[in-house]
């Protein structure tokens, strides 16, 4: 039921359907981690914002996404996370 209206949602906005899978080296979009994240989208920049969640890896102003291995990471231990150094920096790789 929820794979159905996640797709519905993304076919009304005109977007692709999210990631099936998270893989390591890859970069995702919010729409890509929505499913799988128990928050709002608010709620989820909160935790960004306090280091309990992954920073994202931006790619510009109008641009951003999170590393695979760092939502890995979270998805782990949410409720331990932390984000390091390596990760706060905005530095593109």
Do not use: C
Request: proline fraction near 8%.
């Amino acid at each position: 039921m929820a794979q159905t209206t996640t797709q519905s949602r993304a076919a009304a906005r005109g977007g692709r359907t999210p990631a099936q899978t998270i893989y390591p080296d890859g970069l995702y979009r919010w729409r890509d981690l929505e499913p799988r994240i128990p928050y709002t989208r608010e709620g989820w920049r909160y935790k960004v914002n306090n280091g309990t969640a992954p920073k994202p890896a931006t790619g510009g102003r109008h641009f951003t996404a999170w590393r695979g291995r760092d939502i890995l990471a979270w998805l782990q231990d949410p409720d331990g996370y932390k984000a390091d150094e390596a990760q706060t920096t905005t530095e593109k790789e």
